[in-house]
Nanobody, 124 residues
Framework: QVQLVESGGRLVQPGDSLRLSCAAS????????LGWFRQVPAKGREFVAS????????EYLDSVRDRFTISKDDAQNTVYLQMNNLSPEDTAVYYC?????????????????WGQGTQVTVSS
């Protein structure tokens, strides 16, 4: 079964760090790009970061570039999002998604497979 399963979201305090995981099952993802998006109520999904399946060519939302790191573990077929110095503005449901498009990676419409999402809440 081809699917993406996110985990790692929880309640943390401002300034804390958190690592999200996205486990990709199946051989379907070779050649894909995996992305992280986030969404708050009444707003669309916002691009956060993406990386090629081979672990190269990472891209980031400008506002998280200095705090978040996306990486891929080949042995585990898992993509991680390391988030440091979290603020309440980072509170959202975080989704992992896959695209086979060759451009426009910040556009959620280019991603054809999505996980179920994991809630990250940053609050004191």
């Amino acid at each position: 079964q081809v699917q993406l399963v996110e985990s790692g979201g929880r309640l943390v305090q401002p300034g804390d760090s958190l690592r999200l995981s996205c486990a990709a099952s199946g051989d379907f993802f070779r050649g894909a790009r995996l992305g992280w998006f986030r969404q708050v109520p009444a707003k669309g999904r916002e691009f956060v970061a993406s990386i090629r399946w081979n672990g190269q060519s990472a891209e980031y939302l400008d506002s998280v570039r200095d705090r978040f790191t996306i990486s891929k573990d080949d042995a585990q077929n898992t993509v991680y999002l390391q988030m440091n110095n979290l603020s309440p503005e980072d509170t959202a449901v975080y989704y992992c998604a896959a695209t086979w498009a060759n451009a426009d990676y910040h556009n959620p419409g280019r991603y054809g497979l999505w996980g179920q999402g994991t809630q990250v809440t940053v609050s004191s």
